[in-house]
């Protein structure tokens, strides 16, 4: 049976008291800063793309309530991430350094991912435990399933984040791999980011029903629907279903309701498939930061000052990553032969 | 030393490594309580248990899938697809992840595992009975492994269990009730190792798996003739030695490649272009395929035998490059 979350909150703040969550003031400030870390940081790409400096961007602008809200449910360090290319906040959130972060848009040498071998938003972070995708979408489902497996094998409680869009939902693997999960009962969470698109095609000619995790019945998994805007909705739904993995209790289902305020990528035009007042619309009523911020004013955690301070403090930390992502050198060419196989 | 069927030999391979280590696991389709289609893991269910031995669904792309999220996650998955026919659907997996784990992360993480599947055939059809080594050792980053020997098919697979990149391990589903001499103690062969395994003067033929045998039994029934041949085993496709073919060629200046691929972009093109790079100058015929007409492989007997290549295709082709 699937469980709604927040899904019909009139508010324009958020659902949830902060306190009833286990979640202090100093939390909830946290919980915003990292968001608008998210946004000005993919602000930041976009421009570099624009400029280019970087070959190829992808945005997660207004998905960052739904990544925070995740990120924070889970033990970094000890779980282990499977992100798709949007989930540029939640891996600010668990805590990969900006800098490093921004050698993979410049594709750098010391690019922690990858040496400049893979793409940007194709994440990479081993101390971490972050998994580096590959382009064809969903395909990181049945590798998490295999990854929470090994920590089953082993007796271990670490827990498995993955996360896909509600287009990469309509592939085999999506079936596979959660079909697998649920057999062996292993503690991964699948977290689908609907946000309505895939690339140009809208999700009522993507799927027959209105939710994805409904699906979840047919695997034998709990299945949540979530207000993605809603970073303490989404924490409270992602912080019940770790803590059931990590109980031995098996995967879960979420899917966040969330939108896409950009372009696919910087390879699309996306005028040639939605208006721009859809777009304007989603602006004013589903962007998460304007939520989040209307809730730190009214639980009044947070002033106009605090506002400015903050602003300040995220372009600073965001102009250092690229300053110094800029001048790191670039990989010798002679390095793109290494790494193919083993090499003692 | 002990007479050793193929497949017990690839069973014991299995066994041991996962004596020797508990991170080598199984999982495959049947693998566990009827002990695998063709019966190669036939007891170890109850040998190592079902968190070891694990029976998935039908599903080829989370076997494969799942066994790359393991081997990244510090296991060493053995994945075992029935046919290679089934193992397409695994491709995404093998070639966009396995493959590419090691160069995409920097070589910060790597994926140590085995997708065990078998080629052949005998009135199964077309998509029973394709062969396509040739499109996985195309990859860089992957290794392709097709033994032709029991004791070839038990030193490659510790091998390959024990190597630090992805491997694709094809058995031949004729070789399995093949019989050879296998020590008794352990050891291992070195992947990537091609082996002279008939001596010769006149002709060099180079094949791998089934192959190797109608190679064999043509090269028995020449040297009546008076005809040597010099038989090369390539059990490795990549990375491809072809150093032992090189020298075998320098020496008898005629060579016949078989194989059961179909004719065109082959593993023996391959082969045919590194001789023409590397012993050009010691060319007296052009290089013969022995391999499968281009046609999807029937049903009917008459037909099949009509459709895949043998002993008598490999003694024309020698005869053809002598004249």
Redesign the interface.
């Known amino acids: 049976m699937t469980e709604y979350v927040a899904l019909d909150a009139q508010t324009k703040s958020l659902a949830f008291d902060h306190r009833e969550l286990g979640l202090s003031d100093d939390d909830v400030r946290r919980m915003y800063e990292l968001m608008l870390l998210g946004r000005r940081f993919d602000e930041r790409c976009e421009i570099l793309q624009r400029q280019g400096k970087a070959h190829f961007h992808i945005s997660g602008q207004g998905q960052e309530a739904a990544q925070i809200g995740a990120a924070l449910a889970f033990i970094p360090g000890k779980d ?1 991430f ?1 992100p798709y290319y949007r989930d540029l906040a939640l891996l600010l959130a668990i805590g990969v350094p900006p800098r490093e972060l921004m050698l993979g848009w410049f594709a750098r040498a010391n ?5 400049g ?2 793409m940007p938003a ?1 994440w ?1 972070y ?1 101390p971490l435990n972050v ?2 995708a ?3 979408v969903s ?1 990181q ?11 089953k ?2 007796g271990e409680d670490a827990v498995t984040y993955v996360s896909f869009g509600e287009g990469g939902a309509s592939k ?2 999506f ?3 959660l ?2 999960a649920a ?2 009962k292993v503690p991964v969470i699948f977290v689908c980011m609907n946000n309505g698109y895939a690339i140009s095609v809208s999700a009522n000619k993507q799927m027959a029903i209105e939710n994805v995790a409904d699906r979840a019945a047919g695997y034998g998994m709990p299945g949540v629907v979530v207000d993605g805007q809603d970073m303490l909705a989404v924490y409270k739904v992602m912080k019940e279903a770790v803590d059931r993995a990590r109980r031995g209790e098996g995967p879960t289902l979420v899917e966040c309701k969330t939108v896409r305020l950009k372009a696919h990528s910087s390879d699309d035009d996306d005028r040639l498939y939605r208006s721009r007042e859809e777009i304007q619309r989603l602006r004013a009523e589903k962007d998460p930061l304007v939520r989040a911020r209307a809730y730190l004013l009214e639980q009044g955690l947070a002033d106009d000052a605090w506002f400015e301070e903050i602003e300040k403090k995220i372009m600073e930390i965001v102009n250092d990553a690229t300053d110094w992502a800029e001048a790191q050198p670039l990989p010798r060419p002679e390095d793109a032969m ?5 090499d003692r | 030393m002990a007479q050793m069927t193929y497949r017990d030999a690839v069973r014991r391979a299995l066994i041991e490594e996962m004596e020797r280590d508990e991170r080598v696991f199984i999982m495959g389709e049947e693998v566990g309580v009827w002990g695998g289609t063709f019966a190669v893991t036939r007891g170890m269910y109850d040998m190592f248990g079902e968190k070891r031995v694990r029976d998935t669904p039908i599903s080829e792309l989370v076997i494969a899938g799942a066994a790359v999220g393991a081997a990244m996650n510090g296991l060493r998955p053995v994945a075992e697809i029935m046919t290679f026919n089934f193992a397409l659907l695994s491709l995404d997996a093998m070639i966009n992840h396995a493959a590419k784990v090691r160069y995409m992360f920097g070589g910060q993480f790597e994926c140590p595992m085995v997708l065990r599947t078998t080629s052949g055939w005998g009135q199964l059809s077309a998509t029973h009975s394709q062969t396509f080594e040739n499109y996985v050792a195309h990859v860089p980053g992957l290794k392709v492994i097709m033994p032709g020997t029991p004791a070839d098919a038990y030193g490659l697979l510790k091998a390959a269990i024990r190597d630090p990149d992805p491997v694709i391990f094809i058995e031949h589903t004729h070789l399995y009730r093949v019989r050879g001499e296998v020590p008794d103690e352990e050891f291992l062969l070195p992947i990537g190792q091609s082996n002279i395994k008939r001596e010769g003067r006149d002709v060099t033929i180079v094949a791998y798996s089934r192959m190797l045998h109608e190679a064999l039994k043509a090269a028995d029934e020449l040297a009546k003739e008076g005809i040597e041949c010099e038989v090369v085993d390539i059990p490795t496709l990549r990375p491809l030695d072809l150093r032992p073919v090189v020298q075998s060629f320098k020496k008898t200046y005629r060579a016949v490649l078989a194989t059961e691929q179909w004719l065109g972009y082959g593993v023996d093109a391959e082969i045919a272009a590194q001789i023409y790079e590397h012993a050009f100058d010691y060319l007296d015929a052009p290089i013969k395929r022995v391999t499968a007409p281009p046609v999807p492989l029937p049903y009917n007997k008459h037909l099949e035998l009509a459709a895949m290549p043998d002993k008598e295709d490999i003694k024309r082709a020698v005869l053809e490059v002598l004249r």
């Open positions: 282990w499977h690019d922690p991912a990858s040496g071998r893979q194709h990479g081993r998994v580096t590959s382009s064809p395909t489902i049945p590798q998490a399933a295999g990854i929470a497996y090994a920590h094998l082993r085999g693997d079936h596979e791999g079909n697998f057999i062996h290494k790494h193919v196989y083993w």
